[in-house]
């Protein structure tokens, strides 16, 4: 007898406990839910990175000495300014330059170097990646002074070099002249495969 008692006893235990366990499922769902907030990005009309804007260096008028020495720029007329609208490509900006020449006359063993340069995005609130530079010592070979990897440097970004980190190494045994160097920019692995390069 005392075996089916506590049989029932269980057995209604179970079945009060069941619509408990359906009121507190019924609760969450009328104390929370869940809705999306959203927004589309566009870029509008302009769609391309661009190489907006790129430096010049005069190194002045110096006394020809019988010496090696390195000369500082007197004057860096620009910086380097890339703008990205929002291309998840990465890009790479490359520099190139001739030998400086006064018609046949060349300076031997020139060296023209851009070093300590400082990458800022034009928006002090841009949470893009910076693109990434390194010293570069001019070759008539391209070679990379600023890149942005694959989704960074979104945005506008300024490369600066002030006039005391751009060099020229000129060796002793050179002739006096007035010489000159054409350097090349060039803006590389932009979305639409183009090479933009600007006047200067």
Known sequence: MKKYVGTFIASVALLTALPLAANAADGDADTQKTTQAEIELTQGDKKDITLDT?????????ESKNETVTYPAKTVSDHVQVTNPGNAEGWDVQVSGTAFKEGNKEIKGAKLKFANGKVTPNDGA??????????????????????????????????????????????AGNI?????????????NAPTGAITTPSK
């Open 126 to 171: 841009n949470e893009s990646d910076l693109p990434t530079t390194k010293d570069t010592t001019i070759t008539p070979d391209a070679q990379s002074i600023l890149t942005a990897g694959a989704g960074a440097g979104v945005g506008a970004f300024t490369l600066t070099h002030t006039a005391t980190s751009v060099s020229l190494y000129v060796p």
């Open 176 to 188: 006096a002249g007035n010489y000159s160097s054409t350097l090349t920019w060039k803006l590389v």
């Open 54 to 62: 790129v430096p010049g260096v005069k190194f002045g008028s110096n």
